[in-house]
């Protein structure tokens, strides 16, 4: 059995109700219960922490280097685009992750199109809306059969 972590940023607290247009009607409550019962059917442990705060995020990672986390999912809201400190936590944690955001970055303003997480991710799932942490969480378990 493995320790599954999911990792939500800024503002991801509001999904159901902010711009629903971009970022889809599925509450942050909804994405994590299906993660936990995608985690269970799979026979894997399930966590999650969201955070609007970036040191509590960056005390995140650093716990996960010690609690037995074995992959992470990861999508940094805002901070994605400016976030070295985070870069060099996730860095540290040694743990793979795969990184999901829900709208499609490079159809947004130029500024989201830089993300300090792509180049060191596994993987990346974007522009998927809710259903992309559910397809990052698939291939995370497969890459831990593997």
Known sequence: MASI???HGPNLN???SR?????????LEDI?????????????????????????????????????TS??????????HTSIAIRD??????????EVHLSNLYKREEYRHKSYFSDIAVGCV???GAQGYELALQAACRKLAN
């Open 19 to 27: 711009e629903p247009h971009i970022y889809g009607s599925d509450t």
């Open 32 to 68: 994590n219960q299906r993660l936990a019962s995608q985690c269970a059917d799979a026979g894997h442990q399930f966590d999650s922490l969201q955070s609007n705060a970036e040191d509590e995020l960056i005390e995140r990672l650093h716990a996960a280097r010690k609690d037995g």
């Open 5 to 7: 972590l999911a990792l």
């Open 71 to 80: 992959y992470m999912i990861v999508n940094f809201g805002g901070f994605t």
């Open 126 to 128: 974007i522009g998927l």
């Open 89 to 98: 936590a996730i860095l540290a944690s040694e743990i793979p992750f795969i």
């Open 14 to 16: 509001l999904l159901g």
